[in-house]
């Protein structure tokens, strides 16, 4: 069927288009026509045999067969892509081919990779974007049920921003049976059991505790934000699985609909790189650049929290006790 199409197309050509061969020599559109219908029958023959086949690939493989005839890549210029002879999404199909095939060379070895003192970089199971509060939490909780985590971070230094200083008690519950309560040892974090409003045109004020259970009143913490973070890192650090990688995510890969890794711009070589996983968390903070991408909709904010800067703290805490 490809060669009839490939053969009526030149007879119409030939036929119809007399401006063609004003512009052009005949040998040339001969040849092009030929490419073109070997191309075709080539591409219908993959098919048959792959049993899978996309219409791009269909469009782009006699292309670059035809980009073999030097006249065409004046009409046709290559793109980056094709001049450099890779593809995001081969990368990280090829990095997984590599991958399956090291699992396998040393399954089939007799010793060890510790034993012979050889490593083999593969791809990790999950790569986070960020490491914040979810991030580092997330990934020290997937560490340790066996997935390799690596996480990306765009800046690992301590953060120095009044942000998220209050942990409700559902937080710090939530924490708890993450096994990540120890995050909070040596923060200076002070235990908070409730809120107190001022009204300002009364001049009185409410105090509104967190409800009790089981004859103990839930407690919430309050302490420096970065200090925090740098506790949820240490906890994912201390796990085996977890590397973390300082760098900008810049782009996340996609591969029939859906995500297959990062590309990332390394903070130290500022060189482009990828990371290829079966899961990608996007836990990049408030700011996200890749939120309207990933959800539709807009955030609505419901309520505004007011907070005030203590200083001396320490020094009033025991003069009051």
């Known amino acids: 069927m490809w060669t009839f199409l490939g053969i009526a ?3 119409y050509l030939y036929k119809k288009s007399d401006t063609v061969w004003s512009f052009a020599h005949r040998e040339l559109l001969v040849a092009a026509v030929l490419f073109l219908t070997a191309g075709l029958l080539l591409s219908y023959i993959r098919y048959r045999q792959e049993h899978k086949l996309r219409l791009r690939q269909l469009l782009t493989f006699p292309l670059s067969l035809l980009s073999f005839v030097p006249v065409i890549n004046h009409f046709i210029p290559q793109t980056s892509a094709q001049r450099s002879g890779s593809h995001p999404e081969e990368t990280c199909r090829k990095s ?3 991958r399956k095939r090291a699992d396998a060379e040393i399954s089939a070895a007799t010793g060890s990779a510790s034993a012979s003192g ?9 790569v986070v ?10 990934a020290a909780v997937l560490a340790r049920d066996g997935r390799k985590v690596t996480v990306v971070e765009r800046d690992l230094k301590e953060p120095d921003r ?7 008690p559902g937080g710090y519950t ?6 990540l309560q120890g995050s909070l040892e040596g923060l200076d974090a002070h235990e908070v059991k409730g809120y107190v409003i001022h009204d300002l045109g009364s001049s009185t004020e409410v105090e509104l505790s967190y409800p009790q259970q089981e004859e103990n009143i839930k407690s919430g913490w309050a302490f420096h934000h970065g200090r925090f973070i740098m506790g949820l890192r240490r906890a994912a650090l201390a796990e085996p699985n977890v590397t973390f990688v300082e760098g900008t995510v810049t782009s996340l890969q996609e591969e029939d609909g859906s995500i297959t890794g990062v590309q990332y711009k390394d903070k130290e070589t ?3 790189k990828e990371i290829c ?12 650049k890749f939120r309207k991408s990933l959800v539709s909709g807009k955030a609505r904010v419901s309520s505004h929290f007011v907070g005030c800067l203590m200083k001396m703290l320490r020094d009033f805490v025991t003069a009051k006790s």
């Open 9 to 11: 197309s030149f007879t």
């Open 174 to 179: 939530a924490l708890k049976e993450l096994g």
């Open 162 to 168: 009044i942000v998220g200083e209050l942990l409700q």
């Open 129 to 138: 974007v960020g490491a914040g509060v979810l991030g580092s939490a997330i």
């Open 277 to 288: 996983a079966a899961l990608t968390v996007v836990a990049d903070g408030c700011f996200s």
């Open 270 to 272: 500022e060189e482009i």
């Open 96 to 98: 997984r081919r590599i």
């Open 118 to 126: 050889s490593t083999v970089d593969q791809d990790p199971d999950v």
